[in-house]
């Protein structure tokens, strides 16, 4: 894995501050892996077999982020709001492919005694090739209040758009201008419990 990132805050005011975040990471793996397939039979303990596969998978991740936070009193009671915006790309490049032909018989109740040698990659094995990815992104509003000492309330509006691609395929989703809306009430009975 490798990311680089960079992050910037400024300060505006007093009580303001605009932040932007970005950055990218690269997760490269490969493995290898054997399980157990198959129904037993309770009479004759057969009908298991091995099962076997390499997977190599190759993900770039791009992300950004810029929020607006700060505070400001309304009638002497303190109020808080944050306005951001979100944004995440994302592509894997990954192949997987059954090692076995034919699988081999397991007897589930004795595993131990028979070898297995591993098997070979084939040779027209392709590691890593186009899959798909996501990108999606999002802005949002959420504004935190005090009503008086020990009641809160939160209110927010998240607005989101996702899209689905899948090149091996051919063919993608999407969603666009998803509302999420939420709201909370908190009440603090002592510094150390709040019901909500």
Known sequence: MREVFA??????GERW???????????????????????????????AALAA??????????????????SFEVFG?????VLGWNWQDMFSDGTG?????????????????????????PADYVPL??????RQSGTYATLRSEWFEGLHSAIGLRNSNFKNLFTARNFYTQEKNVRTPYAGL???????????
């Open 17 to 47: 501050k605009l932040k932007l975040n970005v950055g990218q990471q690269w997760v490269d793996y490969w493995y290898k892996q054997g399980n157990v397939q198959g129904g037993v039979s309770p009479a004759s303990g057969a009908g």
């Open 53 to 70: 596969s390499r997977t190599d998978v190759s993900n770039i991740t791009k992300l950004a982020d810029i929020t607006l936070d700060g």
């Open 129 to 134: 090739l186009p899959y798909g990815g996501q």
């Open 77 to 81: 009671l303190q109020q808080e709001f």
């Open 97 to 121: 492919k059954s090692l076995y032909t034919t699988q081999p018989p397991v007897d589930v109740f004795d595993f131990g005694s028979r070898d297995f040698a591993e098997p070979a990659t």
């Open 186 to 196: 908190s009440y603090d009975i002592t510094q150390a419990m709040t019901t909500y």
């Open 7 to 12: 992050r910037v805050e400024q300060q505006l």
